[in-house]
């Protein structure tokens, strides 16, 4: 079964305090993994998207990577802003599947 | 690029009646829409996914008469709450593809509050 696992639950962090999530998988075929942030009250809010094993993407403070088996969300320098939820998905790569699998998120909170 | 919009944002209704929520796409083509339902605290749970034109596909446990789906044109998907009950009260949210090894790009929610 796939199946997505993240940790850890929850995370406070003092601004500027770097770290990383972590999102580990199993998955009978890897088509993608994504990464999200969701606000409270809002829909997730697209990220990054990684395919294969040894890539990494960033977007300013953040920056994603991958292997057969986990990725990590690295956070550099965080700002309060960057308080959310992260949530990470798989897309198992099963013939005519687009749906994703999600992890149940890590609540981060950056305090000032 | 890649907005997806939501309506309504919050809707109150009364036990028993019917509430339709609705989802676009406004700058793609979504070949594929999906409607997920979010508990307090609690990650996505997909509930569909809809192809423009043709019948969606529920996930185990959710009953298709209670949530009805239409996905009518390449930009435009529906949920329909039946009979809704103070159970159905939740966040749902909606998400839309634009190819098969496309990234979900997802509405900002419903939150449903039957009374």
């Known amino acids: 079964e796939d199946q997505v696992t993240q940790s850890p639950e929850a995370l406070r962090l003092q601004e500027g305090e770097s770290s990383s999530l972590n999102c580990s998988y199993t998955?009978?075929?890897?088509?993608?993994l994504f990464w999200y942030r969701q606000d409270p009250g809002k829909g997730p809010e697209f990220l990054f998207t990684l395919y294969s094993a040894g890539e990494e993407k960033e977007k300013e403070r953040l920056k994603a990577t991958l292997t057969k088996k986990e990725s990590f969300l690295h956070i550099t320098a965080p700002k309060p802003e960057d308080s959310a939820t992260y949530l990470c998905a798989v897309q198992p790569s099963i013939q005519g599947a687009q749906k994703l699998v999600f992890g149940q998120g890590t609540r981060l909170t950056i305090n000032p | 690029g890649a907005v997806v919009s939501q309506h309504p944002s919050w809707v109150i209704c009364k036990s028993g009646t019917s509430v339709k929520i609705e989802c676009r796409s406004l700058?793609?083509?979504?070949?594929?829409m999906f409607w997920y339902r979010q508990f307090p605290k609690q990650s996505l749970m997909l509930m569909a996914t809809?192809?423009?034109?043709?019948?969606?596909?529920?996930e185990q446990g959710v009953e298709k008469d209670k949530f009805l789906i239409n996905h009518a044109s390449l930009t435009l998907s529906t949920l329909t709450v039946t009979s809704a009950h103070p159970e159905d009260s939740s966040f749902y949210i909606c998400s839309a593809t634009g190819r098969v090894r496309g990234t979900q790009y997802f509405g900002p929610g419903t939150r449903l509050l039957v009374l």
């Open positions: 809809s192809n423009e034109g043709s019948k969606a596909t529920y």
């Open positions: 998955v009978s075929g890897l088509r993608g």
């Open positions: 700058d793609f083509q979504a070949t594929t």
